[in-house]
C-alpha cells in the first residue's frame, strides 16, 4: 500500500486540476477544501464543454445533489471525456434513493463505470439494493451496517467504495480499511461531505492505478485536518474557517503521526 503522507506529498507537488461538477450548495466550499489542501479545482458542468473539459482535467467527480436535465447530459458528457482519456472519475450519489429521478440517473452513471464511490452509509446501503433508514442527505444509518453492502457493491461495479461517518470505511471488495478522526462539528458544515468527494478525486488524479491508495490518503488528511480544526472550535462556524487552515497547514509528517489507519 502506498502510504497517505507519500501521496499527500506527490498531490501538493502536482497540484492536479480537479473537474467537480457538484451541486449549488457545495460550489464554494469544494473549491476552497481542495485549494486549501493544495490542488486545483474546476467547477465545469455544461453539456458543451464538460467533455472537452474532462480530457484535460487530472480526474472528474460527479456529485448528484442538485439534479436538472442540463447537469445530467453534462454529467454524462464529462464522463465520457473523462473515459475517452482514461481518466479516474468519483461518484457522490447524493440521496440517490430519494426521487426516480435520481434512482434513475445514479443507475446510468453506475453503468458509465465509476473508479470511485464515496457516499455516507444509507446511501451505499441504498446502492447495494439494501433498505436505508437516510432522510434526504442525512444518513439515518451507522457505517458498520454498511460495511458488507460495501464490499458487494465494490466487488460488482469493480470500483473502490469508501462510506464515510464517524469511523471511515474503505474497500476494493478484497482490502478494507477503516479511518479514526475527524470532529463531531463535520457534520453540522454544509458541504464538507461533498467536498471530500472532490478531495479523492484530487488524490485519484495522481494516482491513477492506486484508486484504493489514493482514496485511504484523501479520507485520511480530511480526519487529520477535521481532529486538528476542532482544537479550540466554538461551534460550526469557527470550526468552518479551522478546518480551512487545518488543510493547508497540514504537512506529511503531522499525516504519517496522525493518521489512524487500520485494516479491517
Known amino acids: 500500500m502506498t502510504t497517505p503522507s507519500s501521496l499527500f506529498i506527490r498531490m ?5 486540476l480537479v473537474q467537480c461538477i457538484t451541486n449549488y450548495v457545495a460550489m ?3 473549491a476552497n477544501v481542495l485549494l486549501a489542501a493544495g490542488a486545483s479545482p474546476a467547477m465545469v458542468h ?7 473539459f474532462a480530457m484535460i482535467a487530472g480526474a472528474l467527480t460527479v456529485n448528484i445533489g442538485t439534479l ?3 447537469w445530467i447530459s453534462g454529467m454524462k458528457a464529462a464522463v465520457k471525456g473523462a473515459t475517452r482519456a482514461k481518466r479516474p472519475w468519483v461518484l457522490d450519489p447524493v440521496a440517490h434513493f430519494a426521487t426516480r429521478l435520481r434512482q434513475r440517473t445514479v443507475a446510468e452513471l453506475l453503468d458509465l463505470r465509476p473508479a470511485i464511490i464515496r457516499g455516507n452509509a444509507s446511501e451505499i446501503i441504498a446502492l447495494g439494493g439494501g433498505q436505508s433508514s437516510g432522510q434526504g442527505v442525512d444518513s439515518g444509518d451507522p457505517v458498520e451496517r454498511a460495511e458488507d453492502v460495501a464490499r458487494q457493491l465494490a466487488k460488482a461495479c469493480a470500483a473502490v467504495v469508501a462510506v464515510t461517518g464517524a469511523v471511515d470505511f474503505v474497500t476494493d471488495g478484497e482490502r478494507q480499511v477503516r479511518i479514526s478522526g475527524g470532529s463531531a462539528l ?3 458544515v454544509t458541504a464538507l461531505g461533498c467536498s471530500l468527494t472532490a478531495l479523492v478525486g484530487a488524490f485519484a488524479a495522481i494516482a491513477p492505478d492506486e484508486p484504493f491508495d489514493a482514496t485511504v490518503a ?8 477535521g481532529e486538528r480544526a476542532a482544537h479550540g472550535a466554538e461551534g460550526p462556524g469557527s470550526f468552518a474557517v479551522r478546518f480551512l487552515d487545518a488543510l493547508h497547514a497540514l504537512d506529511a509528517q503531522t499525516l504519517e503521526a496522525q493518521g489512524r489507519i487500520v485494516s479491517a
Open 186 to 188: 463535520m457534520p453540522k
Open 12 to 16: 501538493r507537488a502536482a497540484a492536479p
Open 218 to 225: 484523501a479520507l485520511a488528511v480530511f480526519a487529520v485536518a
Open 28 to 30: 464554494n466550499v469544494a
Open 46 to 52: 455544461a453539456e458543451e464543454e464538460a467533455e472537452e
Open 68 to 70: 436538472s436535465p442540463a
